[in-house]
């Protein structure tokens, strides 16, 4: 048997660490500098943003607390108001009539975008590649125009005296339908939007649907067919699951950007007739540069950014609801 001997230690000498401390430091310090990389990767975009915007949001409320009108634009001066804006625009009864059409024109057009891209979606998975390559060339084709190139054909289409739809429907037998006039009322110039809309929003849902719908394995198809399930049941069960977080992302998505959309209906009929088809943005354009009341065009604008607030919380509240990130 060996015997072990204990070297003596000077008076005051600190005795070494273990290797278990010091291994246990380094993992300590790894640890660390693994979870602050990713903050530190994103800090530029991050900073991007505050600065890009976040300080025109801060401009924006300070405007919306004062009376900005030409006169105080052109003399410089700071009049401050608090919520006077707001209230003005709170208790005008056209602000509540142009936020329920913007509001039902949203809706409408989210729900009809969503079900015409699905439909597409679902047809370009069955159908055959070259007539597959034919529609998603024609979608690309219609989501590459400008939108001011868009707009100036429909309004060729849908013209009282020249418009093709007008002739097209007389020669089928419809001839009531000789000079009618499509930009006649509010309704009807809403319809007009939005099928100018529906043409320039589909093809990117419809892309990211059937995006969607391809990654489904096609063992799962068969596997459906074998147990006997239909189509509406296949699509049920084996689709629907997997397009149902993308349709949820392109939902609000289309909700964000048809809210907001000024040009097509301004380009249109800016908001005619007599105002009938004016929306939130157009309303806010009309306060704002046409009326240089800006003070009023930036609580709307305020009021528009909450109500977006509200429904992108939503959003995130569901993303953080699920496992990992998945919406159920």
């Known amino acids: 048997m060996t015997a072990t001997k204990d070297k003596p230690m000077p008076a005051g000498a600190t005795p070494p660490a273990s290797a278990h401390v010091g291994a ?9 500098s693994e979870r602050l990389v990713p903050y530190l990767l994103i800090l530029p975009a991050l900073a991007a943003v505050l600065v890009l915007l976040g300080w025109p949001t801060i401009q924006m409320l300070g405007i919306s607390l004062r009376r900005l009108d030409l006169r105080e634009l052109v003399t410089g001066k ?7 804006n707001y209230t003005d625009v709170l208790s005008d009864p056209e602000f509540w009539a142009v936020a329920l059409r913007t509001v039902l024109f949203t809706a409408a057009l989210v729900a009809a975008t969503l079900l015409v891209a699905l439909l597409i979606a679902v047809l370009m ?12 060339v024609s979608l690309v084709l219609a989501w590459a125009v400008p939108v ?9 289409i849908f013209d009282q005296q020249y418009g093709i739809l007008n002739k097209t ?13 499509w930009f006649s009322t509010g309704t009807s110039t809403l319809v007009v939007i939005g099928l100018l809309v529906l043409w320039q929003a589909v093809p990117f849902v419809a892309f990211t649907l059937y995006a ?20 509406w049941q296949t699509f049920r069960a084996v689709s629907w699951p997997a397009i149902r977080p993308i349709l949820t992302m392109v939902t609000f998505l289309s909700m964000l950007w048809d809210f907001n959309m000024f040009a097509q209906v301004w ?4 908001g005619g007739p007599d105002g009938a088809s004016t929306t939130l ?8 540069i046409a009326g240089s009341h800006f003070g009023s065009a930036a609580a709307i604008a305020t009021i528009m950014l909450v109500l977006l607030l509200l429904v992108t919380g939503r959003y995130v509240q569901l993303l953080v609801r699920t496992k990992d990130g998945e919406i159920a």
């Open 212 to 231: 969607g719908l391809i990654g489904v394995p096609r063992e799962q198809y068969e596997a459906a067919g074998i147990d006997g399930a239909g189509p």
């Open 78 to 84: 700071m009049v401050w108001i608090g919520f006077t």
């Open 169 to 181: 429907l007389d020669r089928l037998g419809f001839h009531s339908f000789i000079g009618y006039s």
């Open 281 to 288: 943005a157009i309303l806010q354009y009309l306060k704002g």
């Open 24 to 32: 246990a430091r380094r993992r300590g310090a790894g640890w660390f």
């Open 267 to 270: 380009a249109i009929r800016q």
């Open 125 to 136: 998975r069955h159908l055959h590649p070259v007539l597959r390559i034919f529609v998603q």
């Open 148 to 156: 001011i190139a868009t707009t100036t054909v429909f309004q060729w």
